[in-house]
């Protein structure tokens, strides 16, 4: 039974990084671009939680410090590849390594040592004494609620169920129509890969505050590329994305166990578990039904810049 | 002034503009990271100076540095085949992890007399690296899944798979680390001093992927998937088989890349063997613009740029701190090719 809640546990708890990560990649592809560079933003955003909480022992300051660093970056990314319509997928593998490299630099007078404030863990009272479930699930840090309840939600409604949700959706399906509708398409698109840019951070603080409390040279080991497969899997859908972090999740709280329980598999063979779950992810799928294609499909746009004045 | 003037974007890059970019990409980088320094407290100049110094005049240095054109040319050569029909290979990387892993296997495990083992190696190395692109490929050509996440994902899996058989079951018992494997007794003979045959055959290699791309029939159907995949099928081009055999050579490339680091250069397999060059590799292809026979000299200049990281290590830049220059550069790359599809027209100019 502990073992149960343990896995549920850290299912929560290793998920929570990726689903903020793939929501951010959701709001920017919604609206038509991609960006590759969630892998460097996390980073960015997990070396400025640990310098914050350095400085100040706040760690909802750290979070916040890298919600805005990852806005900044952000704003470059978008100037590229939204005002200058510059390539995505190269601007996206820059962003990656400017933030891995930049991150990496920074982090040295950080390294080995634990973060110096972190998230705690808050006891919902009556509800985190439900067996099993309680622990696993009432017993978190405040972010988890913010990460698996208010921001999938509120995505979801923002994107489904609002005018301006429909007007962002327009812009990654059709930015020429949307553009002839009166629908300001390049503001959509910088405000969107900013906010999504943001949420990129904020996964990286998330990383080093509540999930492994320290900073070390390449923590963040391809859950950025991770969370950017995610997205497509989940069909560019907010609630999806997160079901599927914690299905991720779940994979990564197995190999947690494995390693705890000494396992007859070594350590390295455990943590290839989340790679090649994702490419399978990717793949099968695809080719199990077809008509999945159509159904999760890509905003119609993405990746395309949008030139109004060429024809 | 400035209003009788207006742009027009063409629909493909401006050669000329493109290249004078690229440099000033450099420059603007290069004219970043000395101000930094010169916030630190370090001289740029001066530093600028050491560098030329400790690369050019000295046997040593130049060693050094050729040791990593060898990769870098062959990596940048990988992602630009990968490119003449439209494909991100970021799996590089994993690929040359493998490739050397591969040879490490026939470099321990197989005996045998040098002139028999050392082609052993190399083509273990191209196998290892097939392998490794295989899924990606069939997926990319059968199932249409992106070959960018799925070749990049792999890096991580190579990595983790060198990381283990270093310091595990292949870990050197008699030598002082137990990070790597024993050193492996066949090695590449010498070109240029301590600069392996590897430097020659990699530029071959460029030259030959030139000459097969722009002159033989095949690779005027590759190049013409890459960039009309419709019209090519529509012309009765098998796109898909094209796709399939130019990903494989894709990776195959990048595992002689490793395979050649590992028997001319590094000689025994540990875990940061392949040193991002994968990663940068699309930077040399970028660069090159996925010309092979420019990923040579672009090739040769990220060696320059990563060669330097490595001489100011002392001053405290890492290889981080280049991957970050890389970065920087690529960025403002992309931006320059973008710009470089404008030109600038006088109102009521003819030339529409």
């Known amino acids: ?311 | 002034m400035l209003q009788g003037l207006r742009l027009q974007r063409l629909p493909s890059v401006q050669p000329g503009i493109a290249l004078a970019m690229r440099a000033l990409a450099i420059a603007i980088v290069v004219l970043a990271a000395s101000i930094a320094l010169l916030v630190a407290g370090e001289d740029p100049i001066a530093l600028g100076a050491q560098l030329v110094s400790a690369t050019f005049s000295s046997t040593f240095g130049m060693e050094d540095f050729g040791l990593l054109v060898i990769p870098l040319i062959l990596t940048g050569l990988s992602v630009a085949v990968g490119q003449q029909i439209g494909i991100w290979n970021i799996g590089a990387e994993g690929q040359f992890l493998v490739g050397a892993f591969a040879a490490t296997a026939v470099g321990l495990f197989v005996p045998g007399p040098a002139w028999l083992i050392l082609p052993l190696i190399i083509a273990a190395g191209a196998l290892g690296g097939v392998v490794w692109i295989l899924v990606p490929t069939l997926a990319r050509a059968f199932v249409g899944v992106n070959e960018l996440i799925t070749t990049l994902l792999l890096n991580f899996v190579a990595a983790l798979l060198v990381y283990y058989v270093s310091t595990g079951p292949w870990r050197d018992r008699v030598g002082m680390s137990n990070s790597s494997t024993p050193r492996i007794t066949v090695e590449m003979p010498e070109f240029w001093g301590l600069i392996h045959w590897g430097l020659p055959i990699a530029i071959l290699m460029a030259l030959a992927a030139a000459a097969i791309l722009a002159f033989s029939r095949w690779g005027y159907e590759v190049r013409l998937s890459g960039s009309n995949p419709s019209a090519a099928a529509y012309a009765g081009i098998a796109v898909r088989r094209h796709i399939i055999t130019v990903m494989l050579l894709s990776g195959l490339i990048a595992g002689v890349a490793g395979a050649f680091e590992l028997a001319g250069t590094v000689h025994r397999l540990q875990g940061g063997i392949s040193n991002n060059f994968g990663y940068l590799g699309i930077m040399v292809a970028v660069l090159a613009r996925n010309s092979c026979v420019g990923v040579i000299f672009t090739g040769i200049l990220m060696a320059f740029i990563l060669n330097s990281g490595i001489i100011l290590q002392t001053q405290g830049i890492t290889t981080s701190a280049v991957l970050a220059m890389t970065g920087a550069i690529l960025f403002l790359t992309a931006i320059g090719d973008e710009l470089a599809h404008y030109r600038i027209l006088r109102a009521g100019s003819t030339r529409a």
């Open chain 1, 1 to 311: 039974m502990d073992l149960l809640t343990g896995i549920l546990a850290t299912t929560f708890l290793a998920g929570g990084v990726l689903a903020l990560a793939a929501m951010g990649e959701v709001l920017a592809e919604r609206v038509g671009v991609v960006n590759l560079g969630a892998e460097g933003l996390m980073a960015m955003g997990a070396i400025t939680g640990v310098a914050t909480v350095a400085a100040v022992p706040s760690p909802a300051l750290g979070f916040a410090a890298a919600l805005v660093v990852g806005a900044l970056f952000g704003m470059v990314f978008a100037f590229a590849t939204v005002t200058i319509r510059a390539n995505q997928v190269l601007c996206g593998l820059a962003l990656t390594l400017i933030g891995t490299g930049l991150a990496n630099t920074i982090g040295r007078s950080y390294s080995g040592t634990p973060s110096a404030a972190v998230f705690e863990r808050v006891e919902v009272p009556l509800l985190s004494d439900i067996p099993i479930l309680g622990p696993a699930l009432f017993s978190q840090n405040v972010l988890l609620y913010l990460i698996y309840i208010v921001l999938p939600l509120g995505l979801h409604y923002l994107l489904f169920h609002t005018r301006h949700g429909l007007n962002m959706r327009a812009v990654g399906e059709n930015p020429a129509a949307a553009d002839a509708a009166g629908i300001p398409v390049g503001l959509i698109r910088f405000a969107y890969v900013t906010a999504g840019a943001a949420l990129c951070g904020g996964a990286g603080a998330y990383l080093t505050l509540a999930f492994v409390p320290a900073w070390s040279d390449g923590m963040v080991a391809g859950r950025g590329w991770i969370a950017v497969s995610l997205v497509i899997f989940a069909g560019y859908r907010p609630v999806n994305a997160v079901l599927t972090a914690l299905l991720f999740g779940l994979i990564t709280s197995i190999g947690f166990v494995g390693q705890a329980r000494n396992w007859p598999v070594a350590a390295p063979f455990l943590s290839m578990l989340p790679y090649l779950g994702t490419i399978a992810l990717m793949i099968v799928p695809v080719l199990a039904w077809q008509k999945v294609r159509r159904l999760m499909a890509a905003p119609a746009a993405l990746g395309e810049p949008f030139y109004r004045d060429v024809r």
